[in-house]
């Protein structure tokens, strides 16, 4: 019996920053490991500030739920290995945290983007694209040009425009 397979290219990223666009909302931008392009996705405010918080190296006095989740699969014995921003759905972004326990069995968990990228920084896993999402990316040098507003396709309120993840 011959399963015809789907091959899914991964594309490593990289956290660049985190930006507010022209009404104030937070943008988490991802570059490819040659910073030729980039991904913008619009974010919480939360789940930014979680995210510069893990980029400028701040500890904080407790435990944040990354930290937290860290520690539960710590104490599970199971390794973070990779997070994947998947797919788009209706203006919104996907993403996949894969873990490995030590007895070898695999986990894909479904995830925001923001809180599997906060979760990445967190743990020190590699983060990856999908070709599909490469789509949505922008042209790092066309970035100085664009404004932030321009780099999300935020859409009509009644056509399902981009929300918060």
Same mark, same amino acid.
């Given at each position: 019996?011959? *399963?015809?397979?789907?091959?899914? +290219? *991964? /594309?490593?990223?990289?956290?660049?920053?985190?930006? =507010?666009?022209? @009404?104030?909302?937070?943008? *988490?931008?991802?570059?490819?490991?040659?910073?030729?392009?980039?991904?913008?996705?619009? /974010?919480?405010?939360?789940?930014?500030?979680?995210?510069? !918080?893990?980029?400028?190296? #701040?500890?904080?006095?407790?435990?944040?739920?990354?930290?937290? +989740?860290?520690? @539960?699969?710590?104490?599970?014995? %199971?390794?973070?290995?990779? @997070?994947?921003?998947?797919?788009?759905?209706?203006? %919104? +972004? +996907?993403?996949?945290?894969?873990?490995?326990?030590?007895?070898?069995?695999?986990?894909?968990?479904?995830?925001?983007?923001?809180?599997?990228?906060?979760?990445?920084?967190?743990?020190?896993?590699?983060?990856? !694209?999908?070709?599909? /999402?490469?789509?949505?990316?922008?042209? /790092?040098?066309? =970035?100085?040009?664009?404004?932030?507003?321009?780099?999300?396709?935020?859409?009509?309120?009644?056509?399902?425009?981009?929300?918060? #993840?």
């Amino acid at each position: 019996l011959y *399963l015809k397979q789907k091959v899914i +290219f *991964l /594309i490593p990223v990289k956290v660049r920053e985190v930006v =507010l666009d022209p @009404v104030q909302n937070p943008l *988490l931008l991802l570059v490819d490991l040659e910073e030729t392009m980039v991904l913008p996705i619009g /974010i919480g405010f939360w789940e930014a500030q979680s995210i510069v !918080i893990k980029l400028q190296g #701040h500890i904080p006095p407790r435990p944040m739920t990354h930290d937290l +989740f860290q520690s @539960v699969c710590g104490q599970l014995d %199971t390794a973070i290995e990779k @997070v994947i921003i998947s797919e788009m759905r209706d203006n %919104t +972004f +996907f993403a996949e945290l894969y873990l490995k326990t030590a007895a070898s069995r695999e986990f894909k968990i479904d995830a925001r983007p923001s809180d599997a990228v906060a979760l990445a920084l967190t743990v020190g896993c590699p983060i990856y !694209i999908t070709e599909k /999402i490469a789509a949505h990316t922008v042209s /790092i040098s066309d =970035l100085p040009e664009q404004s932030a507003e321009d780099l999300v396709d935020r859409g009509d309120a009644d056509e399902g425009g981009s929300r918060l #993840h």
